[in-house]
Protein backbone atom coordinates (compact mmCIF):
# COMPACT_ATOMS: atom_id res chain seq x y z
CA UNK A 1 0.00 0.00 0.00
CA UNK A 2 1.19 3.31 -1.28
CA UNK A 3 0.96 6.64 0.50
CA UNK A 4 -1.70 8.35 -1.28
CA UNK A 5 -1.63 12.03 -1.73
CA UNK A 6 -5.38 12.77 -1.71
CA UNK A 7 -5.67 13.51 1.61
CA UNK A 8 -4.15 16.55 3.51
CA UNK A 9 -4.14 16.33 7.55
CA UNK A 10 -5.46 18.99 9.49
CA UNK A 11 -2.39 21.38 10.05
CA UNK A 12 -1.90 21.11 13.45
CA UNK A 13 -3.25 17.04 13.97
CA UNK A 14 -6.25 18.09 16.12
CA UNK A 15 -9.68 16.25 16.32
CA UNK A 16 -11.74 17.84 14.28
CA UNK A 17 -14.05 19.52 16.62
CA UNK A 18 -11.15 20.85 18.35
CA UNK A 19 -9.15 23.86 17.64
CA UNK A 20 -5.37 24.80 18.35
CA UNK A 21 -6.75 27.56 20.99
CA UNK A 22 -8.07 24.43 23.26
CA UNK A 23 -4.16 23.05 23.09
CA UNK A 24 -3.30 21.79 26.55
CA UNK A 25 -0.38 23.52 28.44
CA UNK A 26 2.00 20.40 29.64
CA UNK A 27 3.48 21.32 32.65
CA UNK A 28 7.26 21.90 32.42
CA UNK A 29 8.75 19.51 35.54
CA UNK A 30 6.52 15.86 35.40
CA UNK A 31 8.67 14.44 37.66
CA UNK A 32 7.94 16.64 40.84
CA UNK A 33 4.03 16.35 39.74
CA UNK A 34 2.51 14.76 43.55
CA UNK A 35 -0.39 12.28 42.99
CA UNK A 36 -3.08 13.47 45.10
CA UNK A 37 -5.80 11.07 44.19
CA UNK A 38 -8.38 10.27 46.43
CA UNK A 39 -8.95 6.43 45.82
CA UNK A 40 -12.79 6.61 47.33
CA UNK A 41 -15.60 5.25 45.35
CA UNK A 42 -17.18 8.14 44.84
CA UNK A 43 -13.87 10.45 43.73
CA UNK A 44 -15.13 13.65 41.57
CA UNK A 45 -11.56 14.99 40.29
CA UNK A 46 -8.19 13.30 39.72
CA UNK A 47 -5.41 16.05 39.69
CA UNK A 48 -3.13 13.46 37.26
CA UNK A 49 -6.12 14.31 34.53
CA UNK A 50 -6.18 17.41 32.75
CA UNK A 51 -9.25 17.87 30.68
CA UNK A 52 -8.92 20.67 27.92
CA UNK A 53 -12.45 19.68 25.98
CA UNK A 54 -15.37 18.42 27.26
CA UNK A 55 -16.35 15.37 25.52
CA UNK A 56 -19.86 15.93 26.15
CA UNK A 57 -22.39 18.42 24.43
CA UNK A 58 -26.46 19.21 24.18
CA UNK A 59 -28.17 16.66 22.65
CA UNK A 60 -30.20 17.68 19.65
CA UNK A 61 -33.71 16.38 20.57
CA UNK A 62 -34.49 16.40 16.30
CA UNK A 63 -35.53 12.78 14.84
CA UNK A 64 -36.00 11.27 18.78
CA UNK A 65 -36.76 8.12 17.53
CA UNK A 66 -33.98 7.11 15.60
CA UNK A 67 -32.01 9.28 18.90
CA UNK A 68 -33.81 7.14 21.61
CA UNK A 69 -32.61 3.84 19.51
CA UNK A 70 -28.93 4.83 19.27
CA UNK A 71 -28.95 5.42 22.67
CA UNK A 72 -25.89 4.05 24.97
CA UNK A 73 -26.64 3.71 28.23
CA UNK A 74 -23.92 4.07 30.65
CA UNK A 75 -23.76 4.79 34.55
CA UNK A 76 -21.50 7.70 35.61
CA UNK A 77 -19.48 5.04 38.31
CA UNK A 78 -17.38 2.11 37.89
CA UNK A 79 -19.01 -1.33 37.21
CA UNK A 80 -17.87 -2.09 40.92
CA UNK A 81 -19.37 1.42 42.04
CA UNK A 82 -22.68 1.10 40.14
CA UNK A 83 -23.28 -2.35 41.59
CA UNK A 84 -22.93 -1.76 44.63
CA UNK A 85 -25.60 0.79 44.75
CA UNK A 86 -27.90 -1.38 42.72
CA UNK A 87 -27.69 -4.17 45.40
CA UNK A 88 -29.40 -1.98 47.39
CA UNK A 89 -32.20 -0.89 45.31
CA UNK A 90 -35.50 -2.94 46.49
CA UNK A 91 -37.59 -4.38 43.87
CA UNK A 92 -34.67 -2.67 41.14
CA UNK A 93 -35.94 -4.77 38.43
CA UNK A 94 -39.81 -5.19 39.03
CA UNK A 95 -42.29 -3.15 37.03
CA UNK A 96 -43.72 -2.33 40.83
CA UNK A 97 -40.53 -0.97 41.52
CA UNK A 98 -41.02 2.62 43.15
CA UNK A 99 -38.05 4.08 41.41
CA UNK A 100 -38.57 6.35 38.19
CA UNK A 101 -39.08 3.96 35.09
CA UNK A 102 -36.64 5.84 32.80
CA UNK A 103 -34.09 5.59 35.48
CA UNK A 104 -34.32 1.90 35.77
CA UNK A 105 -34.21 1.36 31.88
CA UNK A 106 -31.37 3.01 31.21
CA UNK A 107 -29.71 0.84 34.32
CA UNK A 108 -30.99 -2.23 32.55
CA UNK A 109 -29.93 -1.35 29.47
CA UNK A 110 -26.40 -0.30 31.04
CA UNK A 111 -26.38 -4.10 31.80
CA UNK A 112 -25.45 -4.65 28.45
CA UNK A 113 -24.98 -1.88 26.89
CA UNK A 114 -22.69 -0.26 29.67
CA UNK A 115 -19.41 0.44 27.66
CA UNK A 116 -17.31 1.14 31.44
CA UNK A 117 -14.99 -1.11 32.23
CA UNK A 118 -12.64 -1.11 35.49
CA UNK A 119 -9.25 -2.18 33.85
CA UNK A 120 -6.91 1.21 33.38
CA UNK A 121 -7.67 2.33 36.76
CA UNK A 122 -4.26 1.69 38.09
CA UNK A 123 -2.68 3.45 34.72
CA UNK A 124 -5.11 6.55 35.55
CA UNK A 125 -4.13 6.76 39.23
CA UNK A 126 -0.38 5.62 38.52
CA UNK A 127 2.18 7.69 40.29
CA UNK A 128 3.27 11.00 38.45
CA UNK A 129 1.22 10.23 35.25
CA UNK A 130 -0.22 13.42 32.95
CA UNK A 131 -2.85 12.18 31.42
CA UNK A 132 -3.91 14.55 28.97
CA UNK A 133 -6.17 14.40 25.50
CA UNK A 134 -3.32 14.98 23.04
CA UNK A 135 0.45 15.46 23.21
CA UNK A 136 2.21 18.49 21.57
CA UNK A 137 6.23 18.89 19.99
CA UNK A 138 7.59 22.10 19.00
CA UNK A 139 3.58 23.40 18.27
CA UNK A 140 2.42 20.75 16.47
CA UNK A 141 -0.54 18.26 17.72
CA UNK A 142 -0.19 14.57 18.29
CA UNK A 143 -4.08 12.87 18.13
CA UNK A 144 -6.90 11.29 16.63
CA UNK A 145 -7.30 13.80 13.30
CA UNK A 146 -10.01 13.74 10.36
CA UNK A 147 -7.91 14.74 7.03
CA UNK A 148 -8.79 17.60 4.84
CA UNK A 149 -10.96 16.61 1.81
CA UNK A 150 -10.56 19.96 0.09
CA UNK A 151 -9.03 20.44 -3.42
CA UNK A 152 -5.13 21.32 -3.37
CA UNK A 153 -4.28 24.28 -6.19
CA UNK A 154 -7.60 22.47 -8.59
CA UNK A 155 -10.10 24.73 -7.40
CA UNK A 156 -13.23 23.13 -6.66
CA UNK A 157 -12.60 19.72 -7.73
CA UNK A 158 -11.82 16.55 -5.62
CA UNK A 159 -11.71 12.98 -6.76
CA UNK A 160 -11.12 9.60 -5.92
CA UNK A 161 -11.46 8.23 -2.41
CA UNK A 162 -11.09 11.98 -1.12
CA UNK A 163 -14.60 12.25 -3.16
CA UNK A 164 -15.52 9.55 -1.93
CA UNK A 165 -14.66 10.34 1.89
CA UNK A 166 -16.70 13.45 1.54
CA UNK A 167 -19.74 11.81 0.16
CA UNK A 168 -19.83 9.79 3.30
CA UNK A 169 -19.52 13.19 5.73
CA UNK A 170 -22.04 14.61 3.86
CA UNK A 171 -24.64 11.56 4.24
CA UNK A 172 -23.36 10.92 7.89
CA UNK A 173 -22.13 7.54 6.72
CA UNK A 174 -18.48 8.09 8.63
CA UNK A 175 -15.34 9.25 8.17
CA UNK A 176 -11.42 8.58 7.38
CA UNK A 177 -8.88 9.49 10.62
CA UNK A 178 -5.54 9.24 11.26
CA UNK A 179 -4.60 7.58 14.60
CA UNK A 180 -1.23 7.68 16.42
CA UNK A 181 -0.29 4.13 17.68
CA UNK A 182 1.37 5.33 20.86
CA UNK A 183 3.02 1.81 21.91
CA UNK A 184 3.74 0.97 18.21
CA UNK A 185 5.30 3.75 17.30
CA UNK A 186 3.81 4.65 13.89
CA UNK A 187 0.47 6.37 12.30
CA UNK A 188 -2.22 4.38 10.71
CA UNK A 189 -5.34 6.34 8.36
CA UNK A 190 -8.61 4.31 8.10
CA UNK A 191 -11.63 4.68 6.26
CA UNK A 192 -15.19 4.23 8.10
CA UNK A 193 -16.31 0.54 7.60
CA UNK A 194 -18.97 0.29 4.96
CA UNK A 195 -22.28 -1.50 6.38
CA UNK A 196 -21.32 -4.85 4.12
CA UNK A 197 -17.86 -4.92 5.93
CA UNK A 198 -19.64 -4.27 9.26
CA UNK A 199 -22.37 -7.31 8.97
CA UNK A 200 -19.52 -9.84 7.64
CA UNK A 201 -17.48 -8.45 10.76
CA UNK A 202 -20.45 -9.71 12.83
CA UNK A 203 -21.22 -12.96 10.69
CA UNK A 204 -17.78 -13.98 11.27
CA UNK A 205 -17.55 -13.82 14.62
CA UNK A 206 -21.04 -15.67 15.45
CA UNK A 207 -20.46 -18.53 13.03
CA UNK A 208 -16.85 -18.99 15.20
CA UNK A 209 -18.14 -22.59 16.46
CA UNK A 210 -15.61 -22.09 19.92
CA UNK A 211 -18.06 -20.30 22.57
CA UNK A 212 -15.33 -19.60 25.08
CA UNK A 213 -14.42 -16.04 24.15
CA UNK A 214 -17.85 -14.82 22.52
CA UNK A 215 -18.33 -13.18 25.85
CA UNK A 216 -14.89 -12.17 27.33
CA UNK A 217 -16.01 -9.90 30.51
CA UNK A 218 -13.79 -7.58 29.74
CA UNK A 219 -10.69 -9.55 29.27
CA UNK A 220 -9.99 -8.13 25.80
CA UNK A 221 -5.79 -8.87 25.86
CA UNK A 222 -6.49 -12.36 26.73
CA UNK A 223 -6.02 -15.50 24.41
CA UNK A 224 -9.75 -16.42 25.01
CA UNK A 225 -10.18 -13.55 23.04
CA UNK A 226 -7.87 -14.14 20.27
CA UNK A 227 -10.47 -15.06 17.57
CA UNK A 228 -12.61 -11.76 18.01
CA UNK A 229 -9.07 -9.68 18.09
CA UNK A 230 -8.32 -11.47 14.97
CA UNK A 231 -11.65 -10.44 13.38
CA UNK A 232 -11.38 -6.94 14.26
CA UNK A 233 -7.65 -6.46 13.15
CA UNK A 234 -9.02 -8.10 9.93
CA UNK A 235 -11.35 -5.56 9.70
CA UNK A 236 -8.76 -2.83 10.08
CA UNK A 237 -6.64 -4.43 7.43
CA UNK A 238 -9.61 -4.00 4.98
CA UNK A 239 -10.49 -0.21 5.78
CA UNK A 240 -6.50 0.64 6.07
CA UNK A 241 -5.64 3.56 3.60
CA UNK A 242 -2.10 4.70 4.61
CA UNK A 243 0.75 4.48 7.25
CA UNK A 244 3.88 5.89 7.47
CA UNK A 245 5.47 3.11 7.48
CA UNK A 246 8.15 2.79 4.75
CA UNK A 247 7.84 0.14 2.15
CA UNK A 248 4.50 -0.40 3.56
CA UNK A 249 3.08 -2.75 0.43
CA UNK A 250 6.16 -5.00 1.57
CA UNK A 251 5.39 -5.76 4.75
CA UNK A 252 3.89 -9.39 4.96
CA UNK A 253 2.68 -9.19 8.67
CA UNK A 254 1.39 -6.02 10.22
CA UNK A 255 0.36 -7.16 13.08
CA UNK A 256 4.02 -7.98 14.19
CA UNK A 257 4.82 -4.33 14.27
CA UNK A 258 1.62 -3.54 16.47
CA UNK A 259 1.60 -3.68 20.00
CA UNK A 260 -1.15 -5.45 21.50
CA UNK A 261 -1.88 -2.24 23.78
CA UNK A 262 -2.54 -0.31 21.10
CA UNK A 263 -5.50 -3.09 19.94
CA UNK A 264 -7.75 -0.35 21.60
CA UNK A 265 -6.68 2.38 20.46
CA UNK A 266 -7.55 0.64 16.78
CA UNK A 267 -11.07 -0.22 17.89
CA UNK A 268 -11.75 3.31 19.51
CA UNK A 269 -10.61 4.36 15.84
CA UNK A 270 -13.20 1.97 14.04
CA UNK A 271 -15.64 3.73 16.59
CA UNK A 272 -14.49 7.09 15.41
CA UNK A 273 -15.25 6.55 12.29
CA UNK A 274 -18.62 5.24 12.43
CA UNK A 275 -19.72 8.21 14.56
CA UNK A 276 -17.19 10.66 13.74
CA UNK A 277 -20.09 13.54 14.71
CA UNK A 278 -20.87 11.64 18.37
CA UNK A 279 -23.53 9.54 19.49
CA UNK A 280 -26.54 10.20 22.30
CA UNK A 281 -25.34 8.87 25.53
CA UNK A 282 -27.49 8.17 28.84
CA UNK A 283 -25.83 8.28 31.77
CA UNK A 284 -28.68 7.00 35.09
CA UNK A 285 -27.36 9.18 38.27
CA UNK A 286 -26.27 6.71 41.13
CA UNK A 287 -25.11 9.08 44.02
CA UNK A 288 -28.52 8.59 45.94
CA UNK A 289 -31.11 6.48 44.11
CA UNK A 290 -33.47 6.91 47.00
CA UNK A 291 -33.00 11.68 46.51
CA UNK A 292 -32.32 11.24 42.72
CA UNK A 293 -33.50 9.10 40.28
CA UNK A 294 -32.05 12.02 37.29
CA UNK A 295 -31.08 10.62 33.62
CA UNK A 296 -27.98 12.74 32.14
CA UNK A 297 -28.84 13.10 27.93
CA UNK A 298 -26.04 14.26 26.33
CA UNK A 299 -23.75 13.92 22.92
CA UNK A 300 -20.54 12.14 23.23
CA UNK A 301 -17.80 13.27 21.06
CA UNK A 302 -15.75 10.13 20.29
CA UNK A 303 -12.44 12.12 18.99
CA UNK A 304 -12.18 13.69 22.84
CA UNK A 305 -11.92 10.33 24.96
CA UNK A 306 -8.46 9.35 23.94
CA UNK A 307 -6.29 10.37 26.47
CA UNK A 308 -1.98 9.85 26.79
CA UNK A 309 -0.05 9.75 29.74
CA UNK A 310 2.50 12.88 28.57
CA UNK A 311 5.20 11.35 31.85
CA UNK A 312 5.88 8.20 30.27
CA UNK A 313 6.34 9.88 26.82
CA UNK A 314 10.10 11.04 26.11
CA UNK A 315 11.22 13.76 24.05
CA UNK A 316 12.65 10.89 21.58
CA UNK A 317 9.52 9.18 21.58
CA UNK A 318 7.35 12.71 20.67
CA UNK A 319 9.82 13.78 17.70
CA UNK A 320 9.17 10.39 16.51
CA UNK A 321 5.62 10.45 16.75
CA UNK A 322 5.33 13.90 15.39
CA UNK A 323 7.67 13.75 12.23
CA UNK A 324 3.60 13.07 10.32
CA UNK A 325 3.72 13.02 7.40
CA UNK A 326 6.95 14.55 6.60
CA UNK A 327 9.06 11.56 7.27
CA UNK A 328 7.97 7.69 6.84
CA UNK A 329 9.29 5.38 9.30
CA UNK A 330 11.49 2.28 8.75
CA UNK A 331 11.00 -1.01 10.10
CA UNK A 332 14.25 -0.18 12.47
CA UNK A 333 12.89 3.12 13.67
CA UNK A 334 9.84 1.39 14.75
CA UNK A 335 11.78 -1.61 16.33
CA UNK A 336 13.39 0.51 18.03
CA UNK A 337 11.10 3.23 19.39
CA UNK A 338 9.49 0.38 21.09
CA UNK A 339 12.64 -0.76 22.46
CA UNK A 340 12.55 2.87 24.39
CA UNK A 341 9.34 2.38 26.13
CA UNK A 342 9.89 2.01 29.63
CA UNK A 343 8.17 -0.52 31.19
CA UNK A 344 6.54 0.17 34.73
CA UNK A 345 7.76 -1.64 37.97
CA UNK A 346 5.30 -4.63 37.72
CA UNK A 347 6.78 -5.99 35.19
CA UNK A 348 7.79 -9.47 36.95
CA UNK A 349 5.83 -12.15 39.25
CA UNK A 350 7.55 -14.05 42.33
CA UNK A 351 4.91 -16.69 43.89
CA UNK A 352 4.94 -16.41 47.66
CA UNK A 353 6.07 -19.79 47.76
CA UNK A 354 9.31 -18.66 45.69
CA UNK A 355 11.24 -21.02 43.42
CA UNK A 356 10.97 -18.83 39.64
CA UNK A 357 10.16 -15.29 38.47
CA UNK A 358 8.38 -14.84 35.49
CA UNK A 359 9.31 -11.90 33.36
CA UNK A 360 6.44 -10.17 31.62
CA UNK A 361 6.68 -8.21 28.49
CA UNK A 362 4.34 -6.23 25.98
CA UNK A 363 3.20 -8.86 23.00
CA UNK A 364 2.79 -7.75 19.61
CA UNK A 365 -0.63 -8.87 18.12
CA UNK A 366 0.85 -11.69 16.11
CA UNK A 367 2.36 -12.86 18.96
CA UNK A 368 -1.10 -12.55 20.41
CA UNK A 369 -2.55 -14.41 17.85
CA UNK A 370 0.01 -17.09 17.47
CA UNK A 371 -0.29 -17.85 21.61
CA UNK A 372 -4.55 -17.68 21.27
CA UNK A 373 -4.09 -20.32 18.45
CA UNK A 374 -1.54 -22.58 19.96
CA UNK A 375 -4.04 -22.85 23.09
CA UNK A 376 -7.11 -23.01 21.57
CA UNK A 377 -6.08 -25.88 18.70
CA UNK A 378 -5.19 -28.04 21.75
CA UNK A 379 -7.99 -27.30 23.31
CA UNK A 380 -10.13 -28.43 19.98
CA UNK A 381 -7.78 -31.30 19.68
CA UNK A 382 -8.76 -32.98 23.17
CA UNK A 383 -12.11 -31.95 22.88
CA UNK A 384 -12.38 -33.87 19.30
CA UNK A 385 -10.74 -36.36 20.49
CA UNK A 386 -13.38 -36.92 23.70
CA UNK A 387 -15.73 -36.82 22.02
CA UNK A 388 -15.12 -38.31 18.05
CA UNK A 389 -18.62 -39.44 18.25
CA UNK A 390 -20.56 -36.52 19.24
CA UNK A 391 -22.30 -33.85 17.07
CA UNK A 392 -23.71 -31.74 20.57
CA UNK A 393 -21.84 -28.29 19.68
CA UNK A 394 -23.77 -27.34 23.64
CA UNK A 395 -21.54 -30.74 24.93
CA UNK A 396 -18.49 -30.01 23.54
CA UNK A 397 -18.39 -26.23 24.43
CA UNK A 398 -19.12 -26.86 27.81
CA UNK A 399 -16.65 -29.18 27.99
CA UNK A 400 -14.41 -26.76 26.00
CA UNK A 401 -14.56 -24.06 29.01
CA UNK A 402 -14.31 -26.81 31.04
CA UNK A 403 -10.63 -27.29 30.12
CA UNK A 404 -10.00 -23.67 29.25
CA UNK A 405 -10.60 -23.47 33.24
CA UNK A 406 -7.76 -26.09 33.50
CA UNK A 407 -5.33 -24.25 31.70
CA UNK A 408 -6.13 -20.98 32.21
CA UNK A 409 -2.96 -19.53 32.58
CA UNK A 410 -2.47 -19.86 28.98
CA UNK A 411 -4.95 -16.31 28.35
CA UNK A 412 -2.04 -14.75 29.05
CA UNK A 413 0.51 -16.84 27.55
CA UNK A 414 1.60 -13.60 25.41
CA UNK A 415 2.64 -11.27 28.04
CA UNK A 416 5.27 -14.15 29.22
CA UNK A 417 8.78 -13.15 28.45
CA UNK A 418 10.77 -16.08 30.05
CA UNK A 419 11.01 -17.73 33.34
CA UNK A 420 13.97 -17.12 35.77
CA UNK A 421 14.88 -19.95 38.08
CA UNK A 422 16.13 -18.84 41.30
CA UNK A 423 19.63 -19.96 40.84
CA UNK A 424 19.17 -16.21 38.74
CA UNK A 425 21.35 -17.96 36.04
CA UNK A 426 19.16 -20.29 34.48
CA UNK A 427 15.93 -19.85 32.50
CA UNK A 428 13.44 -21.39 30.50
CA UNK A 429 12.32 -19.08 27.27
CA UNK A 430 11.26 -21.66 24.99
CA UNK A 431 7.48 -21.31 23.61
CA UNK A 432 6.50 -24.62 24.17
CA UNK A 433 7.91 -25.46 27.08
CA UNK A 434 6.82 -22.01 28.92
CA UNK A 435 3.55 -23.37 27.39
CA UNK A 436 3.69 -26.64 29.79
CA UNK A 437 4.76 -24.59 32.62
CA UNK A 438 1.82 -22.33 32.39
CA UNK A 439 -0.71 -25.87 32.19
CA UNK A 440 1.13 -26.99 35.19
CA UNK A 441 0.91 -23.82 37.04
CA UNK A 442 -2.49 -23.52 36.33
CA UNK A 443 -3.37 -26.36 38.44
CA UNK A 444 -2.36 -24.52 41.50
CA UNK A 445 -5.03 -22.53 42.52
CA UNK A 446 -2.96 -20.65 44.93
CA UNK A 447 -0.68 -19.91 42.34
CA UNK A 448 -3.35 -18.76 40.14
CA UNK A 449 -5.01 -16.20 41.89
CA UNK A 450 -1.29 -14.64 42.70
CA UNK A 451 -0.86 -15.10 38.82
CA UNK A 452 -3.49 -13.53 37.61
CA UNK A 453 -3.36 -10.51 39.87
CA UNK A 454 0.37 -9.95 38.92
CA UNK A 455 -0.64 -10.25 35.02
CA UNK A 456 -3.61 -8.06 35.03
CA UNK A 457 -1.38 -5.67 37.14
CA UNK A 458 1.25 -5.36 34.56
CA UNK A 459 -2.04 -5.13 31.79
CA UNK A 460 -2.91 -2.46 33.54
CA UNK A 461 -0.39 -0.07 34.90
CA UNK A 462 1.26 0.07 31.30
CA UNK A 463 -0.82 1.63 28.97
CA UNK A 464 0.56 4.73 27.46
CA UNK A 465 -2.93 5.73 25.64
CA UNK A 466 -6.09 4.31 27.15
CA UNK A 467 -9.66 5.18 26.02
CA UNK A 468 -11.69 6.86 28.94
CA UNK A 469 -14.66 9.55 29.58
CA UNK A 470 -14.82 11.52 32.34
CA UNK A 471 -17.04 11.15 35.60
CA UNK A 472 -19.56 14.49 35.77
CA UNK A 473 -21.75 16.33 38.53
CA UNK A 474 -25.37 14.65 38.31
CA UNK A 475 -27.98 18.07 37.12
CA UNK A 476 -30.32 16.68 38.79
CA UNK A 477 -29.01 16.54 42.16
CA UNK A 478 -28.09 20.43 41.55
CA UNK A 479 -24.39 19.47 41.99
CA UNK A 480 -22.59 22.97 40.66
CA UNK A 481 -19.44 22.03 38.45
CA UNK A 482 -16.22 23.34 40.41
CA UNK A 483 -13.51 24.45 38.40
CA UNK A 484 -11.46 21.97 40.03
CA UNK A 485 -13.97 19.10 38.25
CA UNK A 486 -14.12 21.03 35.08
CA UNK A 487 -10.23 20.57 35.19
CA UNK A 488 -9.15 17.54 36.81
CA UNK A 489 -12.25 15.45 36.41
CA UNK A 490 -12.17 11.64 37.42
CA UNK A 491 -11.34 9.02 34.25
CA UNK A 492 -14.14 6.01 33.83
CA UNK A 493 -12.26 3.89 31.41
CA UNK A 494 -13.98 2.51 28.14
CA UNK A 495 -13.77 -1.02 27.15
CA UNK A 496 -13.03 0.11 22.83
CA UNK A 497 -13.89 -3.18 21.70
CA UNK A 498 -17.50 -3.51 23.47
CA UNK A 499 -17.70 0.07 22.41
CA UNK A 500 -17.16 -0.36 19.07
CA UNK A 501 -19.64 -3.58 18.68
CA UNK A 502 -22.10 -1.17 20.15
CA UNK A 503 -21.59 1.59 17.61
CA UNK A 504 -21.45 -0.92 14.97
CA UNK A 505 -25.12 -2.31 16.10
CA UNK A 506 -26.56 0.98 16.09
CA UNK A 507 -24.91 1.47 12.90
CA UNK A 508 -26.41 -0.39 11.10
CA UNK A 509 -29.57 -0.34 13.26
CA UNK A 510 -29.28 2.88 11.87
CA UNK A 511 -29.35 2.27 7.53
CA UNK A 512 -32.59 0.06 8.50
CA UNK A 513 -33.97 2.67 9.69
CA UNK A 514 -33.05 5.11 6.99
Known sequence: MSVNKDFDFLEDDVPASTTADDAVETPEDTEDKETTVETNQYAATNDNVTLAKSPFAPRDDKNTRIKYQLSLSAVNFTPKEALDVTKGVPYFRSAESIYDKKWRETLLLADNDSILTDHNLDALNRTNSDWQQKAEYQGRSIAGARPRTEAKGTGN???????????????????????????????????????????????KIEKEKITIGKNTGGLIFANRSTFINKALFELLEEVIYETNIKDFDTIENLAEHISILDLPIIAWGLAYTIFP????????????????????????????????????????????MSDVPRKLKTIDDIKQYQEDI????????????????????????A????????????LENTVRTVFADENSDANINNYMR?????????NYRHFVKHVVWDDEETITDEESSIDRLLNTLSAAPEIVDEFVKAADEFIDVNPIALIAV?????????????EQIEKHPWLLPVDPIKLFFALRDRKLQQSILR
Open 157 to 203: RISGLAAMNKMQEVLGLGAMIKIPLWHSGFHISIKAPSDIQLLNFYE
Open 277 to 320: NGYPYAKACLIDPEKCQHVTEVMLDVAKIMWVDRSRITEKMLKH
Open 342 to 365: TPTDKSTFTPSSGGFTIVFKTASL
Open 367 to 378: EHFAAGDDWINE
Open 402 to 410: ERANLTSLR
Open 470 to 482: PRVPCEGCEETPT
